[in-house]
Structure formats: structure tokens, C-alpha cells
């Protein structure tokens, strides 16, 4: 054998491909356009991206969209959930519930065929009637994938077998109550370490026992933070708190040049608890505690805090309580972790896409319902209003294909927001994409495009390698497609 080392690539490289398998939810479309030479690509680790902020590094990509772009390369579909796919390298890992059971796929970035499928049996009803699938998004890091399930199931798998490597039953563990829509906050893996919002108390509660005794014991205190070790998952160190878990992600801040946790908690508990958690992610020490939570019942924060590093700040903020929201709130940490109040704003109650900060400003949509959704700009420093708008526009082709006499007007609503390649991209409620360019002069569509028309479309996407990945969760108004996970091209020249 002349050249056995090339052999053996060969063989790798034909080992690899066949890993890959075509399964009967995928449905390919068309090969993605190359990237270009001078492309800036990056992974999509976790639910707000690369850097925790909703910011991405990626360049160029496409901004002039004509008929039918951007094209789709490949959809999945899916079972119940509201999350978002984590891509790193050449492997999408998405987490659904499919037929009684949580299930977490390994997909090729750019075909869409299946690495592997690992899965478990759950039993959930949501007790409000939406989704019964998971609400955090899986995790990527050191070759890892955690999720989280919504009957507060941690598990970490090797990332490229899917091989369980190590699981925690926190509900039974920890004593993790069901809360109003399940366990849903996206861990945190930070240097070796995945942090988790808990939400545990002291004892096991019976959901059959009456509303009274509930609310006491939701009061007492358990393990509100923790943090496992990434490989063994053991347990490095907790947090003991009586404030619950949020369905928003622990988040990492640089505050006086050290790296803090930074956790805006709040389960369910009468009278409602709960706010900006400072935590220490190498000891756990628990620096300090901001509360931000009207004290009405029902609340489910789904923003996570908005870090300002040069400044030592973090911007949290809620849409609730219906009619009198309490907003968002400012709050500037000292040298010894101590936080203070900056400004607050009842103008800026985001109810679960997170503001994206640029320029001294922050870009959000305020309002808790779909009347009352705004996009607005808010200035950092002072929290003062600097302007709201509505993205709308009429829909003739919506409107002929469902039977209506005259052009439906449409909106954003609660979008999503992503500040990449010098523009903002923004994927609507109802499941369009837009381009926007966002400044303190205004706001202004460069492109827009409707890949669906489905409800509920309530998930920040990933972007990777030009690649856009969009969670569609509910069945499209117009072809009757259910839910579904699409890959669009945003390749550009």
C-alpha cells in the first residue's frame, strides 16, 4: 500500500458521511449557496447566540431579497416546544416532545439528515393549554449538549454519539414544583460548569393539596441556582434561596473586570418573589439580590438581563402584571457587587424577546399582548422613550389564499430581534423575516419576506455559516404545514 494515511482519511471521511442518515420528517430543498471568501462565520452555542446577547459576529449576508428568497435548504418537522436549535461545527441539535417523549436530534447543518436521536419518556399537560414540550433550548460546549426538559430533566450527551453521559431527575432531586408553564430556563455552561436556574424547595409538593397550602409552600425556600460539573455532572455548588426559577437563561457579565452570574429569577409564589440574582460562578457565593417583581400571582419572566459591561450595568424587565406593567429597571453594580438603581421605565415591559443593546441604546418590543406590542428604542443611560413604531403592512396574497374580501393588514407583534452585519434581522409573530435598520433616528425596512404564516412563532432563531434556523410552533394558516424547524440561505456575495 503506497499511501495508507490517505487510505485511512478516505475511510474516516466515507465513516463520517455515512453517520449521516435521511429520516422521514426531513425534507431538503436545495444545496446552500458557498460562502464567501471573505465570510466571518461563527457557531450558535446557546439561545441568545455566541455572546449571551443576541449579537452575532457573521458577515455578509444576504440583504436584497426578490421572490422567493431567502430559499429554504431543508426543514424538519417537530413536536411540541418552544425553543431554538444550538449549531456548533457541523452538527444542529434540536429538543422537542414527540409522541410522550422529550426528544433531542443531532442534524447536519447543512442537509438536515440525522447524526443521532436520543430520547425519554415525559409526562406533562401544560395547565394552561399551550405547548407541552420544552421550553429551554439545548447547550452546546467542550463537545457537550445539555438540555433541560419541562419536568426539570438535566442531561448532558456526548455531541457527536449522543451518548448519555450523565442525568439529574431535579423534580425529584431538588423538589422542582411544576410552576405555571413547566420548567423552561436555557442552562448556562460557563467554564466547565452548567448553571441552572432550579427553582427547587425544601420538600416534595403535592399538586393535589389545596391552593392555600401550595402558595406556603412555593413560599419556603430550596435550591434556587446550581451549578454541575459540565463532564460528571455532579454538583459543585447551590444557591439556597426561596426565589423560583424564570423561564429566562442565567447570563454571564463582566462586572469590574470579573466574570459574575448574573440570574433573573422568580417562579411561581403568592406574594409573587423574585429578581436580578449576582451570583459568583466559581464559588456560588451569592453577591446580591435586586428584586424586580410586582407582587400579583400569576408572572412568568422570560427575558434574560441585558449586560452593559463598560458601564458595570444590567437592564432586566417584565410585561407584567396585565394593565400596569411593572417595565424594566437600570441597576449599576459597585466594586463589591452591590447593585443600585439607574432608571426604570414602565414604557420597556418586554414579555419574552430579549432587548438587544447597540450604541447606547436598548431595541425592543414592549407591550405583554399582541395590541399593545411595540417596537421601540429606548435610550440606556436615562431609560427615556426616544421613539415606537409598528412594523405593519397589508398582505393581498394572505388575504386571497384565506378568503377575504379586502388586503390583511399584518404586524411583527412580539418579534425577535438580532443585531448582525450592520442591520438588525427580525423574524415577526406570525412567521415573517424582516431586515430593519434600528437607529435613534428611526426605524426602516430594508427587506422583508414571508417564509409562513403560523402563530405562536415566539423563538429567537439561530444563525450560523449563513444559515438561518427558524422554529415554526404552530400549523401554518395558509399550508397547513404543522411545526417544523426550517433552514433558510442568508448567504451572501
Known amino acids: 500500500m503506497k499511501n495508507p494515511s490517505r487510505l485511512f482519511l478516505l475511510l474516516f471521511a466515507f465513516s463520517a458521511c455515512a453517520a449521516q442518515e435521511a429520516f422521514d420528517r426531513l425534507t431538503f430543498h436545495a444545496e446552500p449557496k458557498p460562502l464567501s471568501k471573505a465570510a466571518k462565520t461563527s457557531d450558535w452555542p446557546r439561545v441568545l447566540g455566541p455572546t449571551d446577547d443576541a449579537i452575532s459576529p457573521e458577515t455578509p449576508l444576504l440583504k436584497k431579497w426578490t421572490a422567493g428568497e431567502p430559499k429554504a435548504v431543508w426543514e424538519v418537522a417537530m413536536g411540541d416546544g418552544y425553543n431554538s436549535p444550538a449549531i456548533s461545527g457541523e452538527h444542529c441539535v434540536i429538543f422537542h416532545a414527540l409522541e410522550g417523549k422529550e426528544t433531542i436530534e443531532c442534524l447536519h447543518r447543512e442537509n438536515g439528515k440525522r447524526f443521532w436521536l436520543h430520547d425519554y419518556a415525559v409526562t406533562y399537560q401544560d395547565r394552561y393549554g399551550f405547548s407541552n414540550g420544552p421550553r429551554g433550548s439545548p447547550v452546546i460546549a467542550d463537545g457537550i449538549v445539555v438540555t433541560f426538559g419541562v419536568t426539570a430533566e438535566l442531561r448532558a450527551l456526548d455531541l457527536k454519539t449522543g451518548k448519555l453521559l450523565w ?49 406556603e409552600r412555593l413560599a419556603e425556600a430550596g435550591v434556587s441556582v446550581a451549578a454541575f460539573d459540565l463532564k460528571s455532572g455532579e454538583v459543585v455548588w447551590k444557591v439556597e434561596d426561596a426565589w423560583g426559577a424564570s423561564y429566562a437563561s442565567p447570563i454571564p457579565a463582566k462586572l469590574h473586570g470579573q466574570t459574575k452570574v448574573l440570574v433573573y429569577a422568580g417562579g411561581e409564589s403568592d406574594p409573587a418573589t423574585g429578581g436580578l440574582m449576582c451570583i459568583d460562578p466559581q464559588t456560588g457565593k451569592l453577591h ?206
Request: glycine share 10%.
Open 167 to 215: 442525568k439529574h431527575d431535579l423534580k425529584t432531586e431538588m423538589h422542582v414544583p411544576q410552576d405555571f408553564f413547566g420548567a423552561g430556563g436555557t442552562p448556562l455552561i460557563l467554564d466547565g460548569r452548567v448553571i441552572v436556574n432550579v427553582g427547587g424547595k425544601k420538600a416534595a409538593i403535592d399538586e393535589s393539596v389545596g391552593m392555600r397550602e401550595r402558595k
Open 288 to 493: 446580591s439580590k435586586f428584586p424586580w417583581r410586582d407582587d400579583e400571582y400569576i408572572q412568568a419572566i422570560g427575558t434574560s438581563p441585558v449586560v452593559i459591561p463598560e458601564k458595570n450595568r444590567a437592564f432586566i424587565t417584565t410585561a407584567y402584571p396585565k394593565g400596569r406593567p411593572l417595565g424594566g429597571v437600570m441597576v449599576e453594580y459597585d466594586a463589591d457587587f452591590q447593585p443600585k438603581e439607574v432608571w426604570q421605565s414602565k414604557k420597556l415591559g418586554v414579555h419574552w424577546m430579549n432587548p438587544v443593546y447597540h450604541d447606547g441604546h436598548l431595541y425592543a418590543i414592549d407591550g405583554e399582548t399582541e395590541p399593545k406590542s411595540r417596537l421601540v428604542c429606548v435610550n440606556a443611560d436615562t431609560g427615556a422613550e426616544v421613539w415606537e413604531q409598528k412594523i405593519e403592512w397589508d398582505d393581498a396574497e394572505f388575504s386571497k389564499q384565506t378568503g377575504r374580501a379586502n388586503p390583511t393588514r399584518l404586524s411583527i407583534l412580539r418579534a425577535s430581534l438580532m443585531k448582525v452585519d450592520g442591520a438588525f434581522l427580525c423574524l415577526g409573530e406570525i412567521g415573517s423575516v424582516h431586515w430593519l435598520d434600528l437607529s435613534p433616528a428611526g426605524a426602516k425596512v430594508i427587506a422583508q419576506a414571508q417564509p409562513f404564516y403560523a402563530l405562536n412563532t415566539w423563538s429567537l432563531p439561530a444563525l450560523s455559516h449563513g444559515l438561518l434556523y427558524v422554529r415554526q410552533q404552530s400549523k401554518d394558516l395558509m399550508q397547513k404545514t404543522g411545526e417544523r424547524i426550517i433552514c433558510l440561505d442568508l448567504r451572501g456575495e
